[in-house]
């Protein structure tokens, strides 16, 4: 009698073991069997909210609902949104990791690529907007129109011609150098100030001299099929962001501590030195790009300072990446709405200079250096003078709506005339 009941409770026992595994007969109700390969084998695939780790090949069963797959080999990981169709009792998903490598290009030290998610990204056509004017390029005028970048790390984005698609990203409280298309213009920092109400404010002024200066890298972000959604650190610039397009991007190595900076003070009128008492390290960057349709690409990139960059992804291929029986993940194409917008009617002008400067606006006095007013949207004829010494003069398109900054650094008009700012 005790044998007997020895045995009954051992196979007892044996079953609820088994009923700890998946694959193995541990689910009631309906199920599915998953097989999942890869090339290369030998890949690590974990299932979200099952505690067990599986190498391809890998059989598994699973209850007939959507699960999260994730395959990983190297720097490469696939995230499949599964989602069985009703009474599919077998699946077969397939993963070439060698295709992945073909798509990709650029220094990214790991990827992730999502299918099944249908993740709608905005379009060019949904986010056009009309062009956001700047000043012709000038290496002795501090100018460009500023937008705000990402928040963590906070940036700000610099373009110097409506018409080029080329950005400059200023990291917070870092002495940085303008430079558009390899021509480098003025010194300058932006200081940016985040408020609880999600608003922020930024304060950009030009330096004389700095105990660092950051450098740059170019990033040159391309796709097949362009018109790709870009993101840096998960921030889309609206209406600008869309392949193809340059960004340089500041590269530091290590962290700097008690940075000194001589500027000028506009307000004051006179240099003063403003310690920075910390800047952080930031060499690796978070890329991602999206198209409807498309499997949704996510890449950390290292970058070195001083150097040019091609980013690159082929849709088309990433697409092949994964087959589920023996198919291409088929991925919803939203329809493309047009977003609203308002357009105002006046931009915030701001224009700096190291001397005081008579400012005429479409021949118009309307005051000095420093000058702060909202002014018109539109094209406007832009004067400054020094007495009856011409330092500036051109029309400018300040755009519309938001902020629009020329700063005139007057330091060879200083040397010439032989100025001692006040």
Same mark, same amino acid.
């Given at each position: 009698?005790?044998?007997? !009941?020895?045995?009954?409770?051992?196979?007892?026992?044996?079953?609820?073991?088994?009923?700890?595994?998946?694959?193995?007969?541990?689910?009631?109700?309906?199920?599915?069997?998953?097989?999942?390969?890869?090339?290369?084998?030998?890949?690590?695939? $974990?299932?979200?909210? $099952?505690?067990?780790?599986?190498?391809?090949?890998?059989?598994?069963?699973?209850?007939?609902?959507?699960?999260?797959?994730?395959?990983?080999?190297?720097?490469?990981?696939?995230?499949?949104?599964?989602?069985?169709?009703?009474?599919?009792?077998? $699946?077969?998903?397939?993963?070439?990791?060698?295709?992945?490598?073909?798509?990709?290009?650029?220094?990214?030290?790991?990827?992730?690529?999502?299918?099944?998610?249908?993740?709608?990204?905005?379009?060019?056509?949904?986010?056009?907007?009309?062009?956001?004017?700047?000043?012709?390029?000038?290496?002795?005028?501090?100018?460009?129109?500023?937008?705000?970048?990402?928040?963590?790390?906070?940036?700000?984005?610099?373009?110097?011609?409506?018409?080029?698609?080329?950005?400059?990203?200023?990291?917070?409280?870092?002495?940085?150098?303008?430079?558009? !298309?390899?021509?480098?213009?003025?010194?300058?920092?932006?200081?940016?100030?985040?408020?609880?109400?999600?608003?922020?404010?930024?304060?950009?002024?030009?330096?004389?001299?700095?105990?660092?200066?950051?450098?740059?890298?170019?990033?040159?972000?391309?796709?097949?099929?362009?018109?790709?959604?870009?993101?840096?650190?998960?921030?889309?610039?609206?209406?600008?962001?869309?392949?193809?397009?340059?960004?340089?991007?500041?590269?530091?190595?290590?962290?700097?501590?008690?940075?000194?900076?001589?500027?000028?003070?506009?307000?004051?009128?006179?240099?003063?030195?403003?310690?920075?008492?910390?800047?952080?390290?930031?060499?690796t960057y978070k890329i991602s790009l999206g198209h409807n349709?498309?499997?949704?690409?996510?890449?950390?990139?290292?970058?070195?300072?001083?150097?040019?960059?091609?980013?690159?992804?082929?849709?088309?291929?990433?697409?092949?990446?994964l087959t589920v029986n023996g198919n291409e993940v088929e991925m919803q194409v939203p329809k493309t709405?047009?977003?609203?917008?308002?357009?105002?009617?006046?931009?915030?002008?701001?224009?700096?200079?190291?001397?005081?400067?008579?400012?005429?606006?479409?021949?118009?006095?309307?005051?000095?250096?420093?000058?702060?007013?909202?002014?018109?949207?539109?094209?406007?004829?832009?004067?400054?003078?020094?007495?009856?010494?011409?330092?500036?003069?051109?029309?400018?398109?300040?755009?519309?709506?938001?902020?629009?900054?020329?700063?005139?650094?007057?330091?060879?008009?200083?040397?010439?005339?032989? $100025?001692?700012?006040?």
């Amino acid at each position: 009698m005790f044998q007997k !009941r020895h045995v009954f409770t051992t196979l007892i026992m044996f079953l609820l073991a088994l009923s700890a595994i998946p694959g193995v007969n541990a689910f009631n109700g309906n199920t599915i069997m998953l097989k999942i390969e890869s090339k290369p084998s030998n890949a690590v695939v $974990i299932i979200e909210g $099952i505690n067990k780790t599986f190498k391809t090949p890998a059989v598994i069963e699973l209850p007939a609902r959507s699960w999260i797959i994730k395959i990983s080999s190297g720097n490469y990981t696939v995230l499949y949104n599964l989602t069985p169709s009703r009474g599919e009792r077998f $699946i077969k998903m397939v993963v070439y990791f060698g295709r992945i490598d073909l798509a990709v290009k650029g220094p990214f030290k790991n990827i992730t690529v999502k299918y099944g998610f249908n993740i709608t990204v905005p379009t060019k056509e949904e986010e056009y907007v009309p062009p956001v004017a700047a000043p012709f390029w000038d290496e002795e005028v501090c100018g460009g129109i500023i937008m705000f970048g990402p928040r963590n790390p906070p940036m700000v984005i610099y373009k110097y011609d409506n018409r080029d698609p080329y950005y400059q990203l200023f990291l917070n409280s870092t002495p940085s150098i303008e430079e558009y !298309r390899g021509r480098k213009g003025c010194k300058m920092i932006e200081m940016i100030y985040y408020f609880g109400n999600d608003s922020a404010m930024a304060r950009g002024f030009p330096y004389r001299k700095a105990s660092f200066i950051v450098h740059n890298s170019l990033l040159s972000i391309d796709t097949q099929p362009e018109n790709a959604t870009a993101y840096i650190f998960d921030f889309h610039r609206f209406g600008e962001w869309f392949t193809p397009f340059d960004v340089l991007v500041p590269v530091i190595m290590e962290p700097q501590r008690n940075v000194s900076l001589v500027h000028y003070d506009f307000e004051l009128r006179n240099l003063t030195t403003t310690v920075i008492p910390h800047i952080p390290e930031l060499h690796t960057y978070k890329i991602s790009l999206g198209h409807n349709g498309y499997p949704f690409f996510e890449g950390w990139v290292e970058l070195r300072p001083d150097q040019s960059y091609n980013i690159g992804v082929n849709f088309n291929i990433l697409k092949s990446a994964l087959t589920v029986n023996g198919n291409e993940v088929e991925m919803q194409v939203p329809k493309t709405k047009k977003i609203k917008y308002y357009l105002p009617n006046t931009t915030l002008l701001v224009i700096n200079s190291t001397v005081a400067l008579d400012v005429y606006i479409d021949g118009s006095y309307v005051g000095k250096t420093p000058f702060k007013d909202e002014v018109p949207s539109g094209e406007h004829d832009i004067l400054l003078k020094f007495g009856s010494y011409v330092v500036y003069h051109k029309k400018l398109n300040i755009g519309y709506g938001g902020r629009f900054r020329l700063t005139v650094y007057t330091a060879y008009l200083e040397r010439a005339l032989k $100025i001692v700012p006040s």
